[in-house]
């Protein structure tokens, strides 16, 4: 009888909890290719708390969600010129970073430069930060262009050069901010210049080249470059290095490689910042403490080959990454990197106009 009882009651019990005890979940939009997967189960099996995981691949699709409001998502992780805008239209809520003790191993030069745009980094905290540069498929490119050829940014905006590498096939990311200020830099020209005429400047140049474009993509380039193809991009440093890895496992005998070109390139930073309307604060701020924990900082640095914002990560971060200058930059590399600032609502319009213009080749 007692036990007859007691298995009424437990039965009952299990169906009555789950309305008690409601599932913690957390929302988060992250970049493409930016983690390492595995972690959002075990942060899940850590603190009960559920990662329901949405991707994107460029500033301006999580922007338009951002500005039409109300996206759901708890934790974001805008580039720095973006979040400088999006913090200036108030779409962020401040952080309390009595709830990031994590936030301790912070790398003191990488938050300084991300203060830049988030002055005295009330709203944000590094995720990762990288540069621009060529990606390119070894073989291919020394076949047609030898081997110093990209050494500077001349192969991808000499139309002459750029055509000898077409039939191999170029990708260029679709982020105007990247390509045109890269391209401003080539022309001599202040990479961040807002001035319109600049950036026609740079929009013409691109209108030379874009014939030997195949694709205007950031971030089918990966697998493009690890299958064989293309054999050039204008990429992501880290997003080069999963594509070199990518053609390893799969001993397809494709080498990938990137470079810096002499010229310099941007350094960007992304960064996990909380939307205001974010339904779950407490599960977004778990996510970002758990994130910045120096040894899950160094696994998410290991697999996607992007250099992270905590200093503490860098013992437990893999040998060849941590020592890749063009993953963690030396102090040669660093002199030759630039940043840029957030375009105007103006300027914005002129580059959206100029970048539809050169992609569509109008
Ligand atoms: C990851 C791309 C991250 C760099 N695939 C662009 N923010």
Request: charged share 25%.
């Amino acid at each position: 009888m007692i036990f007859c009882c007691w298995a009424v009651f437990a039965g009952l019990a299990s169906l009555v909890q789950p309305i008690l005890a409601e599932e913690r979940v957390v929302n988060v939009y992250n970049w493409t290719d930016y983690i390492d997967i595995k972690l959002l189960d075990e942060f899940t099996r850590e603190t009960g708390i559920k990662v329901v995981y949405d991707t994107y691949d460029s500033n301006e699709m999580l922007e338009a969600k951002l500005h039409a409001g109300k996206t759901g998502y708890d934790v974001v992780v805008p580039s720095g010129t973006f979040l400088q805008r999006q913090i200036q239209a108030g779409v962020f809520r401040p952080l309390d970073y009595g709830q990031i003790p994590n936030a301790k191993g912070l790398w003191p030069e990488v938050a300084v430069r991300l203060a830049a745009y988030d002055p005295g980094n009330k709203h944000a905290v590094t995720y990762m930060w990288y540069t621009t540069g060529l990606s390119y498929n070894v073989d291919k490119i020394a076949q047609r262009l030898g081997n110093k050829a990209l050494d500077s940014w001349d192969v991808v905006f000499n139309p002459e050069l750029l055509k000898r590498v077409a039939d191999c096939g170029v990708y260029f990311i679709d982020s105007p901010e990247d390509v045109i200020s890269v391209s401003l830099r080539y022309l001599g020209l202040n990479p961040d210049s807002k001035w319109p005429d600049d950036i026609r400047k740079a929009a013409n140049l691109l209108a030379q080249v874009r014939p030997y474009v195949k694709k205007f993509h950031s971030s089918e380039y990966i697998n493009a470059l690890a299958n064989g193809d293309i054999c050039l991009a204008i990429g992501w440093a880290g997003d080069t290095f999963q594509a070199r890895n990518r053609a390893e496992e799969s001993k397809n005998g494709i080498k990938i490689d990137y470079k810096i070109p002499k010229e310099g390139t941007l350094v960007t930073f992304d960064s996990f910042a909380i939307p205001k309307d974010a339904p779950h604060i407490a599960e977004a701020y778990a996510f970002i403490n758990f994130m910045l924990r120096p040894e899950v900082a160094a696994r998410n640095s290991s697999i996607t080959n992007y250099a992270n914002g905590v200093i503490t990560s860098k013992p437990f971060v893999e040998k060849n990454v941590l020592e890749n200058p063009a993953i963690y930059p030396d102090e040669a590399t660093m002199a030759r990197l630039f940043t840029l600032t957030s375009y105007d609502a103006q300027t914005q319009r002129i580059v959206t106009r100029e970048w539809t213009r050169v992609k569509t080749g109008k």
